[in-house]
T-cell receptor, first 110, second 113 residues
Framework: KQEVTQIPAALSVPEGENLVLNCSFT??????LQWFRQDPGKGLTSLLL?????REQTSGRLNASLDKSSGRSTLYIAASQPGDSATYLC?????????FGTGTRLTVIP | KAGVTQTPRYLIKTRGQQVTLSCSPI?????VSWYQQTPGQGLQFLFE???????NKGNFPGRFSGRQFSNSRSEMNVSTLELGDSALYLC????????????FGPGTRLTVL
């Protein structure tokens, strides 16, 4: 069974810092990997989707990489802002199911 | 385009009752998936519907069921509610089944007393 782990579970950084969130998965037979953002009590917002054949995707200040062979993905956030504070979840798609990680709760301190 | 909508947003029920949650996907999306989110278990897949057929099912008891209508709207039903069913229930839609970006609704917060 696919297991997805995210480290760290929580992270606090001062505004303006660059940061990296990590995601690892046990089964490399995935179709794609997605990074989501979730604000407290709300649904999920898709940030980036990387197909299994791709190595990275970029959107604005966000850059996600995928190394399928090692079962790892990173989400890089440049020049963090207080509005980036949220829980970030990665999820891998395998056999049409999404398997979610446990999330990293990010706090950006003004 | 309007996003994924879920109704109701909040619900309070007592043990033993049943509940029906509704999800309207983005127009043109034919796949709807349901997820349960709890502090202890995180986000877990319940089931996926595509063209009115259940394509996949997670590891949940038979008390959890769903269906999809011809207009792609989906409902999820939980019978004989237990305290542990208290959770945020999220639905997500995508254009087709298979590997694609899923778009999530705001969720229904179910509290079982």
């Amino acid at each position: 069974k696919q297991e997805v782990t995210q480290i760290p579970a929580a992270l606090s950084v001062p505004e303006g810092e660059n940061l990296v969130l990590n995601c690892s998965f046990t089964d490399s037979a995935i179709y794609n990997l997605q990074w989501f953002r979730q604000d407290p009590g709300k649904g999920l917002t898709s940030l980036l989707l990387i197909q299994s054949s791709q190595r990275e995707q970029t959107s604005g200040r966000l850059n996600a990489s995928l190394d399928k062979s090692s079962g790892r993905s990173t989400l890089y956030i440049a020049a963090s802002q207080p509005g980036d504070s949220a829980t970030y979840l990665c999820a891998v798609t395998g056999a049409n199911n999404l398997f979610f990680g446990t999330g990293t709760r990010l706090t950006v301190i003004p | 385009k309007a996003g994924v909508t879920q109704t109701p947003r909040y619900l309070i029920k007592t043990r033993g009752q049943q509940v029906t949650l509704s999800c309207s996907p983005i127009s043109g999306h034919r796949s709807v998936s349901w997820y349960q989110q709890t502090p202890g278990q995180g986000l877990q897949f319940l089931f996926e519907y595509f063209s009115e057929t259940q394509r996949n099912k997670g590891n949940f008891p038979g008390r959890f069921s769903g269906r999809q209508f011809s207009n792609s709207r989906s409902e999820m039903n939980v019978s004989t509610l237990e305290l542990g069913d208290s959770a945020l229930y999220l639905c997500a839609s995508k254009t087709l089944a298979g590997a694609d970006t899923q778009y999530f609704g705001p969720g229904t917060r179910l509290t079982v007393l």
